[in-house]
């Protein structure tokens, strides 16, 4: 016995099997054109494309995909244009708007830092030092919070903290509004502010501050054309040597923080040394350098 053509799922024809229209042919044009353009993962993008513009979950376009399912004419149009953007290096996240974080999935698009995979790192240890901390309510501050990644992730995952997030860029902040409002988390303040002068009525008593800062080097360009072309510039750039914001955290950090509370900061792979030298100048105590995920140096950790 035969089994039956696939079924469009868009428009209910049974398309033959060299069907254009096929989301299996689709998924291989789109990974191949993004292939030639140099995308890091061209399979993957493409995947994530299609799910966005048929707004099922990858694993359910996946299984349409090997079950025949193919797009209707106005969807090749649209997965079209969704791949061309791609193949010009518009980051993924700017196309479908949203960029996963942890547990999170949070808004993001021009004006504001696209969270990425290592500073979940980040976020982990300044989790875990929240949660160590012997209060009912531990607070914790992300300074320069740009979309909220950090400061949402030690909010929903330490609910019982206070936790605080300042950011000074308006188009950022408007992102960071966007996913608290959306995640909806009662124990989170944002604040509109410089972070070298943010929370005076908070001196003292901060348990945990937290940040990932610009830290490139003002004349380092940097390799992905996502990032040279579509990152603000204030959330990549730190001054001559990358530090000039670092040093401003280091100096509020020292107001903001109690004594015995704990400092975590974000930062390129070579500054780890440069950072803890930085900080024991000001008096930080016990700071470490801790690696990312694929073992590079990725945060330094001191205590007040």
């Not at 206070?162 to 604040?191: I, M, P, Y």
């Not at 930085?278 to 007040?304: N, S």
Request: charged share 25%; net charge negative; hydrophobic share 45%.
């Amino acid at each position: 016995m035969t089994s039956s053509p696939p079924v469009d799922v868009a428009a209910g024809t049974r398309p033959e099997s060299s069907d254009p229209r096929l989301l299996s042919a689709v998924l291989g044009r789109a990974a191949a054109t993004l292939a030639r353009a140099g995308v890091p993962s061209p399979r993957a993008d493409a995947e994530q494309l299609l799910a966005h513009l048929t707004g099922l979950e990858r694993g359910r376009l996946l299984a349409r995909a090997v079950a025949g399912g193919a797009l209707d004419a106005e969807q090749l149009l649209a997965a079209e244009e969704l791949v061309a953007r791609r193949a010009a290096r518009e980051p993924l996240q700017h196309i479908t708007g949203r960029a996963g974080f942890r547990r999170l999935e949070l808004a993001v698009g021009p004006g504001v830092f696209v969270p990425r995979p290592e500073t979940e790192v980040t976020a982990q240890i300044a989790i875990d030092l929240l949660l160590a901390v012997p209060s009912s309510a531990p607070r914790a501050v992300d300074l320069g919070t740009g979309s909220g990644a950090i400061a949402l992730a030690l909010a929903t995952e330490v609910p019982h903290a206070e936790v605080a997030a300042v950011e000074n860029s308006v188009a950022a902040f408007v992102w960071a509004k966007q996913n608290a409002r959306e995640t909806g988390t009662a124990n989170l303040r944002l604040v509109f502010d410089d972070l070298a002068i943010a929370l005076p009525e908070w001196e003292g008593s901060v348990d945990v501050l937290v940040s990932n800062p610009p830290y490139v080097p003002d004349d380092a360009i940097p390799r992905d054309p996502e990032v040279q072309r579509h990152d603000p510039p204030a959330a990549l750039y730190g001054g001559p040597d990358g530090l000039d914001v670092v040093r401003a955290l280091s100096r509020r950090g020292r107001a903001l923080v109690r004594e015995g509370g704990s400092l975590v900061l974000e930062h390129g792979e070579e500054q780890g040394r440069a950072i803890r030298a930085l900080l024991e100048a000001d008096g930080w105590r016990a700071t470490a350098t801790h690696p990312d995920l694929v073992g590079r140096d990725r945060v330094t950790t001191a205590l007040r």
